[in-house]
C-alpha cells in the first residue's frame, strides 16, 4: 500500500476513510505475518538443536536457522533480524510469485496440449523411471528439459509476475529510445532513433508487460502461445534483454535459478503423472473463449490468475 512512511503511526490517531481500515487490515496481516514466522522459526530451532536432517521439505529455512545459531556467532552468523527479513524475503518474494506463475502455467498446458505432449515426451526421455522414482541421483537437473524449460519461460513472458517495477534513478543518465510506426495488419516498423535525458532522482517505470508483448524483439505472433521462442537454434538466440520477467542487474531476482529448477521439476513431475485437461464446461468451446475463461488475472503486488481450474486425468 502506497503510503507515506509516516501514516502508519498517526492512522489510529487520524483516521481517513478507507485508507486507515486499509493501513490498519495491512498492519494487522503484518503482525500475523510475524507471529507465523517465529513460530516457523522456534520449530525450525527446535530441529537444528535436535541435530535432525536439513533434508526435509523445509531445508531452506532450516539452513537459515543453522546460520543463524552458528557457534562462530558475530559477523559471520545471521542476526535475528537478517534471519527474519530472509524469512519474511522468501515467503513473499519467493512463494507468491512460483505459484501464481505455476498457475497460469497449468492452465496453459490444458489450452494447449499439444505443448503437453511435448513436455511429457521429454519428461519420459529425461526419467525414464518416472518422477516418483525418489532416486533423486537418478532425476537429471532441469536445463536437460529445455521444453519444459522454454514451456515455463514463454508463460513467464505473457504472465510476468511482476507487470512493472520501479527503479530510482541513482545518476543522469541518457536513455536510448525509438519511434516505430504501426502498419495496418498491426506489424511494426522501427523508426528514428532518439535519446532521452533522466536527471538523477528520477522515478523510472519499467513496463515489463510491453516489453514482453512488444512485436519488435518476439515478431508478429507475440500473442500466441510458443515455448519454441525460447528455443536458441544454430539461427537464432531468443532475445534475452527482451526478457525481464526477473529484472536485471545486480538487484535482479536472487531466486531466480531456485525459480527455475523448482517449477520445472513441479511441471515435469504433474505432467509425468497427471494428463491435465480442460474443466468440462469448456471442453466444447471455441479456443478463444477457453483462452478468454482460462486465464482471467487480477493484479495486487504480482499478476494472479483467478480461474486455473483443471481437470486431472491419471496417467496409466
Ligand atoms: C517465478 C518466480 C519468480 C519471479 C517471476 C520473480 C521475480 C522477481 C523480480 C522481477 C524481482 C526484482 C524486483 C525489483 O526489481 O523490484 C525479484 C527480486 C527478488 N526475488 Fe524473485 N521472483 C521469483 C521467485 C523467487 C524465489 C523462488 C525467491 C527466493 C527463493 C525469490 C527471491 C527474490 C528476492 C530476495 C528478491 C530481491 C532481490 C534484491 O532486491 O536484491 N524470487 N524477483
Not at 532521452?196 to 515489463?208: E, K, M, N, T, W
Amino acid at each position: 500500500m502506497l503510503t507515506p512512511d509516516w501514516f502508519p503511526a498517526i492512522s489510529s490517531i487520524v483516521k481517513v476513510p478507507f485508507l486507515s481500515a486499509r493501513v490498519h487490515a495491512t498492519q494487522q496481516a503484518f503482525e500475523e505475518l510475524g507471529r507465523y514466522m517465529l513460530e516457523l522459526v522456534s520449530s525450525a530451532r527446535a530441529s537444528v538443536v535436535e541435530g535432525r536432517s536439513s533434508a526435509s521439505s523445509a531445508a531452506l529455512l532450516h539452513n537459515l536457522v543453522e546460520a543463524n545459531t552458528s557457534p562462530e556467532g558475530g559477523s559471520k552468523c545471521l542476526s535475528d533480524g537478517e534471519l527474519l527479513s530472509n524469512i519474511f524475503s522468501f515467503l513473499l518474494a519467493g512463494h507468491e510469485t512460483s505459484a501464481h506463475s505455476l498457475g497460469f502455467a497449468i492452465s496453459l498446458l490444458a489450452l494447449h496440449p499439444e505443448a503437453q505432449s511435448k513436455m511429457y515426451a521429454e519428461v519420459r526421455k529425461v526419467w525414464p523411471e518416472g518422477s516418483g522414482t525418489r532416486n533423486f541421483a537418478k532425476l537429471r537437473p532441469f536445463f536437460s528439459q529445455p521444453y519444459t524449460l522454454a514451456f515455463f519461460r514463454e508463460t513467464l513472458r505473457l504472465f510476468p509476475a511482476a507487470i512493472w517495477l520501479s527503479k530510482l534513478v541513482y545518476a543522469d543518465a541518457v536513455l536510448p529510445a525509438q519511434h516505430f510506426t504501426v502498419g495496418e495488419k498491426g506489424t511494426l516498423t522501427p523508426g528514428k532513433p532518439f535519446s532521452v535525458a533522466v536527471p538523477a532522482g528520477s522515478v523510472v517505470i519499467l513496463d515489463i508487460w510491453s516489453l514482453h508483448m512488444n512485436p519488435l524483439y518476439w515478431g508478429d505472433d507475440v500473442e500466441d502461445f510458443k515455448p519454441e521462442r525460447f528455443i536458441d537454434s544454430d539461427t537464432y538466440r531468443w532475445p534475452r534483454d527482451a526478457f525481464l520477467s526477473f529484472s536485471a542487474g545486480p538487484r535482479a531476482c536472487i531466486g531466480q535459478r531456485f525459480a527455475y529448477t523448482e517449477s520445472v521439476c513441479i511441471l515435469a513431475s504433474l505432467v509425468d503423472r497427471y494428463e491435465v485437461l480442460l474443466p468440462e464446461n469448456l471442453m466444447h468451446k471455441p479456443f478463444e473463449e477457453q483462452k478468454e475463461k482460462m486465464l482471467k488475472w487480477t493484479h495486487s503486488i504480482t499478476l494472479i490468475p483467478t480461474n486455473a481450474n483443471v481437470r486431472l486425468r491419471r496417467r496409466t
